[in-house]
């Protein structure tokens, strides 16, 4: 059994275009935890995103634990508030841009795991009592890292603003906002 304490887990700061921070709670790399699944806590700032992407033989499970934010969902763009729970299989792209005036936080399982490793892998830890780093620069290395975790590569690739450039002006929200249902 593992139980982590609030704020116990391994925390990163995410670079752009996230801006925000992961806290992974569970994965098989940890003494005691589980196989085949990992878990954790994604917090995104207002106008953080994360890019459209997929995911080849991983299913993603998300619980939204507060603020709101546009999702484009297997070529979808919805409006996804705290409270919601959805499933990505294998293959659907999925993508998340906190359009909302405070934090927009959820809980994510992988089935098997391994996101876990790419959050490391281009995040810089968070250490209590260190400032906030962000927003820094992706790694140049982040695609080599993507593709050697859990992220399939995206043909069409993402468009603007579901790519990975940082959104600087709320106003490019309003036609997504306008669409989403």
């Given at each position: 059994?593992?139980?982590?304490?609030?704020?116990?887990?391994?925390?990163?700061?995410?670079?752009q275009?996230?801006?925000?921070?992961?806290e992974?709670?569970t994965?098989?790399?940890f003494?005691?935890?589980?196989?085949?699944?990992?878990?954790?806590l994604?917090?995104?700032?207002?106008?953080?995103?994360?890019?459209?992407?997929?995911?080849?033989?991983?299913?993603?499970?998300?619980?939204?634990?507060?603020?709101?934010c546009?999702?484009?969902?297997?070529?979808?763009?919805?409006?996804?508030v705290?409270?919601?729970?959805?499933?990505?299989?294998p293959?659907?792209?999925?993508?998340f841009?906190?359009?909302?005036?405070?934090?927009?936080?959820?809980?994510?399982?992988?089935?098997?795991?391994?996101?876990?490793d790419?959050?490391?892998?281009?995040?810089?830890?968070?250490?209590?009592?260190?400032?906030?780093?962000?927003?820094?620069?992706?790694?140049?290395?982040?695609?080599?890292?993507?593709?050697?975790?859990?992220?399939?590569?995206?043909?069409?690739p993402?468009?603007?603003?579901?790519?990975?450039?940082?959104?600087?002006?709320?106003?490019?929200?309003?036609?997504?906002?306008?669409?989403?249902?």
């Amino acid at each position: 059994m593992i139980i982590v304490p609030p704020g116990q887990g391994e925390r990163h700061w995410q670079p752009q275009p996230a801006n925000g921070w992961i806290e992974i709670l569970t994965s098989p790399r940890f003494a005691g935890a589980p196989p085949g699944f990992s878990a954790g806590l994604q917090e995104l700032p207002p106008l953080g995103k994360i890019r459209e992407h997929a995911h080849p033989a991983q299913t993603e499970i998300f619980w939204i634990i507060e603020g709101q934010c546009l999702a484009r969902l297997d070529g979808v763009v919805r409006r996804i508030v705290a409270g919601t729970f959805m499933v990505a299989p294998p293959h659907v792209r999925h993508g998340f841009i906190n359009d909302g005036g405070g934090p927009y936080r959820m809980l994510w399982m992988l089935v098997p795991a391994g996101l876990e490793d790419f959050f490391v892998g281009i995040g810089k830890p968070r250490i209590p009592g260190m400032p906030d780093p962000t927003p820094y620069p992706r790694p140049a290395e982040t695609g080599a890292i993507e593709l050697s975790t859990v992220f399939e590569t995206l043909d069409p690739p993402p468009e603007p603003p579901w790519d990975t450039a940082p959104i600087t002006d709320p106003a490019e929200l309003e036609a997504i906002r306008r669409a989403a249902v």
